[in-house]
């Protein structure tokens, strides 16, 4: 028997739903958020418990995708013989991959759904883990072994390009930037959290497998592989959760020769740029921020402070999302990049130089404040991509018709493979930014960084803010 406000909301669409696909576990044939009733009914509750499933998931993939930025930090104090600059490349190359795999991610997520691909794509990640954890208790193990895992890692971080594109088709418009903004900013947490228990985790024989490593910089048995091994059963319950608890929605499945279609479209390319800017920065600042801090001002603790940055800027993307639902994408990813222009400047201006030996405090705080614009930013950009593509297909139509119906499914999809996209392409910051420091002078990389931001603004203005602009957002 189907309740009284499921019959309300099919008779309200002329369309005969069955409750039980809406159980965890199914998968969704009938979904409209934008009908209220439908929404109020069914779709909220539905919706929010793929949500909450989704971010632990998402957060632990960002754990392994970041988990060289504070493994490189240990590995010298233990015996392995690798270079400053190798250090630097280990922390670097999982952003190759992790943004290489995003694009692939984006395009099956959709295809495969969300529940399958988040299970799927979870529990693979078992696979680095085990291995990180076996090669550093060998301090021989080789520089080309230890990038191989790094890259597998790498694989974490795809989960995010078709996290957010199959959660987007959730909720409705009004609500597409605060849900984007929560999993994409708890899921950001991962980058805190992993540097934050690691320097815990490390130092505890009880949670042990294998034998110790001795640090010679403190003097203390240390036990690396726990950053590994300590996340694996959290891996294989979540991949059940996921697999038990969330749905798939068969509208959302599309083809790839479907989705390909936004590489025509010109605001996917302008989006991606300006995604670059935000989420390319936030990323990579997150995985060269530890080493930076070691080799610049070596009297401070990496574990104290590196994980401040990621938190605040994971918690900014929820608050940006949130934001720009309310004052407009365009105008708060405007804010966020004279906000991260400012900051990397300040940060400059505090870096050790000539016989100056710097000032730490003003350097912390400006990157502190360098990735709460970031963060900001990562959520106004993704909640530009929906209205961006609703401007574009629904502009002329009227509401209830044949036409709107099917231009606002082309919407829907074209904005989820959008958004994966630009998470793709930015993702590679995880591995420019570090691969930056390691082979350029710290101050001219930063330069760099501020130059980009200014062609930012003026494409966020000239295209999505100014008066007349092509789309507003």
């Not at 099919?10 to 965890?24: E, I, K, N």
């Not at 590489?263 to 990579?284: A, C, E």
């Not at 610049?296 to 938190?311: E, K």
Request: aromatic share 14%; charged share 10%; glycine share 10%.
């Amino acid at each position: 028997m189907r309740s009284a406000a499921t019959q309300a909301q099919a008779a309200d669409a002329g369309t005969s739903y069955d409750p039980a696909q809406y159980r965890p576990g199914k998968t969704i044939t009938d979904w409209e958020p934008e009908n209220e009733l439908f929404w109020k009914a069914t779709g909220k509750k539905v919706a929010t418990r793929n949500l909450w499933i989704a971010v632990p998931a998402l957060l632990v993939a960002f754990v392994v995708w970041q988990v060289w930025s504070v493994t490189a930090t240990n590995l010298k104090d233990v015996g392995f013989g690798f270079s400053t600059s190798q250090l630097f490349w280990l922390t670097a190359i999982p952003g190759i991959t992790g943004g290489t795999a995003r694009i692939f991610y984006t395009f099956l997520g959709p295809k495969v759904g969300q529940r399958t691909f988040t299970a799927l794509s979870t529990v693979v990640l078992i696979v680095p883990l085990i291995w990180l954890g076996i090669a550093i208790q060998d301090t021989s193990t080789s520089f080309t072994t230890m990038a191989m895992i790094a890259a597998l890692c790498g694989i974490g971080g795809a989960n995010f390009s078709s996290s957010l594109a199959n959660i987007g088709f959730f909720f409705p418009k009004a609500q597409k930037g605060n849900a984007t903004g929560i999993n994409g900013g708890l899921g950001n947490l991962g980058v805190s959290v992993v540097q934050l228990l690691t320097p815990i985790v490390i130092t505890s024989s009880v949670l042990a497998l294998g034998s110790g490593q001795h640090n010679s910089k403190t003097g203390k048995e240390v036990y690396l592989q726990n950053a590994a091994f300590i996340w694996v059963p959290v891996l294989i319950v979540l991949a059940l959760i996921a697999w038990f608890g969330q749905n798939n929605l068969k509208t959302a499945s599309t083809s790839f020769s479907q989705q390909k279609i936004i590489f025509k479209r010109k605001h996917n390319w302008l989006m991606t740029w300006l995604y670059v800017g935000t989420f390319g920065s936030f990323i990579g600042f997150a995985a060269a921020l530890p080493m930076l801090i070691k080799t610049t001002f070596p009297s401070y603790s990496v574990a104290t402070y590196a994980w401040m940055g990621p938190a605040l800027g994971a918690l900014a993307r929820w608050a940006g999302g949130w934001i720009a639902d309310k004052l407009g994408g365009a105008r708060v990813t405007i804010l966020s990049f004279v906000g991260m222009a400012a900051s990397i400047i300040g940060v400059i201006n505090f870096l050790p130089s000539g016989s100056g030996s710097g000032n730490f405090a003003g350097f912390f705080l400006c990157f502190l404040a360098a990735f709460f614009f970031s963060g900001i930013g990562n959520g106004s950009t993704f909640r530009q991509i929906p209205v961006i593509f609703r401007n574009q297909h629904l502009k002329g139509l009227t509401e209830g018709t044949p036409e709107y119906a099917k231009a606002l499914k082309q919407t829907e999809m074209e904005a989820g493979a959008v958004t994966g996209f630009t998470a793709a392409i930015a993702a590679y910051g995880f591995f420019f930014i570090p691969a930056l420091f390691a082979n350029f002078a710290v101050t001219s990389a930063m330069w760099g960084f501020v130059g980009f931001y200014a062609s930012c603004i003026v494409v966020c203005w000239w295209y999505y803010a100014r008066k007349g602009a092509e789309s507003p957002s």
